[in-house]
């Protein structure tokens, strides 16, 4: 007699399971909206652009979810924060914060300002980080909730030409390293995404020099199916790159000097072939 196959990882239900979830006006945000209403949660959808953010609304709305939105502009924490409370008072509590705004900066450091830099690490790192810690003690008391927090490659393995990009990015991830071991004998589960080069709108954003990479870029979905696993427990690990660029990060880990040279001579081909000069990298 064949064995009885293995059981495979159960999805957790998410019918009713109340999610806020950030950049869902656009990319990957947009494309993860509509999975999660197609399962039945409740969500709190937050971006800046309350046309485009309407216009995902009444997708997931045809697919049967409960759906609110929320204009904000993450590059102010305070104003973060106070979404998070207002949507988990609103809600009656939170299931899952998915924190996946983010904003590009790519300008080489001699090129940028004080305020560019603040706004990026405002918007990429300290909302995020402002926005779980007022949901926390919520999901502590119920000993139940998921954060996933949506980093970058170039949180793992700096990009050139995007420092301060890098910097809040890496910010994300030492904070979610962290935040895991915090939370470790709790119920509340942290994930981490760390995205390679995705065809979004990110590479197009205004305020940002032009991008070195012009390789090939994944579609959207994949990363929102990436979260989706992660938000209903079929995957269960901390981190998971979108494509698995993992090798590359470990290489910067094993020979730093080498990896530093190799970026700037990729830069510099990419920038030599645009017929310019300090120009920027990736997404
Ligand atoms: N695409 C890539 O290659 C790539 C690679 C690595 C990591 N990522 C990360 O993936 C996440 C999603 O990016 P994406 O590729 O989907 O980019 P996207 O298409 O540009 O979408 C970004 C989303 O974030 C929102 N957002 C940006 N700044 C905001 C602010 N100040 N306040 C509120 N919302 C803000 C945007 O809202 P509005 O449109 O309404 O302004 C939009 O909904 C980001 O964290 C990004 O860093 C992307």
């Known amino acids: 007699m064949a ?19 950030t950049g869902a006006s656009a990319g990957i945000g947009a494309a993860l909206a ?6 039945g949660a409740t969500l709190a959808l937050c971006g800046r652009d309350p046309g485009k953010l309407d216009a995902v609304a009444a997708r997931c709305r045809e697919l049967g979810a409960e759906v609110t939105t929320h204009a904000v502009d ?33 300008r080489r450091v001699p090129g940028l300002t004080v305020d560019e830099l603040r706004r990026t690490m405002a918007t990429n790192f300290e909302s995020p980080a402002r926005m779980t810690m007022a949901v926390l003690p919520g999901m502590l008391a119920r000993d139940r909730g998921v954060v996933v ?15 301060a990009y890098c910097a809040s990015k890496f910010a994300l991830c030492g904070w979610s390293e962290s935040l895991a071991m915090d939370l470790w004998h709790s ?13 979004t709108d990110i590479w197009d954003r205004p305020g940002n020099d032009p991008a ?25 690990r901390f981190e998971v790159y979108v494509p ?21 001579a990729f830069a510099d ?9 300090g120009t920027g990298g990736t997404g």
């Not at 102010?76 to 590009?104: M, T």
């Not at 970058?152 to 990009?159: E, L, N, P, Q």
């Not at 579609?219 to 079929?234: N, S």
């Not at 993992?246 to 530093?260: G, M, N, Q, V």
């Open 269 to 277: 081909a990419a920038e030599a072939e645009a017929g310019g000069a």
């Open 74 to 106: 993450l590059a102010d924490p305070a104003a973060a924060e106070e979404l998070a409370r207002s949507v988990e008072r609103a809600g009656g509590g939170l299931d899952v914060i998915v924190n996946n705004a983010g904003a590009p900066m790519r």
């Open 187 to 199: 119920g509340v589960r942290v994930h981490l995404v760390v995205p390679g080069a995705i065809a």
């Open 3 to 21: 064995p009885e196959p293995e059981p495979g990882p159960r999805a957790e239900d998410l019918s009713g399971a109340r999610i806020l979830l």
């Open 212 to 236: 070195h990479f012009s390789g090939e870029l994944e579609p959207p979905g994949t990363v929102a199916g990436a979260i989706v696993a992660l938000v209903d427990g079929t995957d269960g």
């Open 149 to 163: 927090n949506v980093s970058s490659f170039g949180g793992r393995a700096a990009i050139p030409a995007e420092a």
């Open 34 to 39: 509509p999975l999660l209403a197609g399962r």
């Open 244 to 264: 698995d660029l993992s090798s590359i990060a470990e290489f910067k880990t094993a020979a730093i000097e080498d990896f530093l040279a190799g970026a700037v």
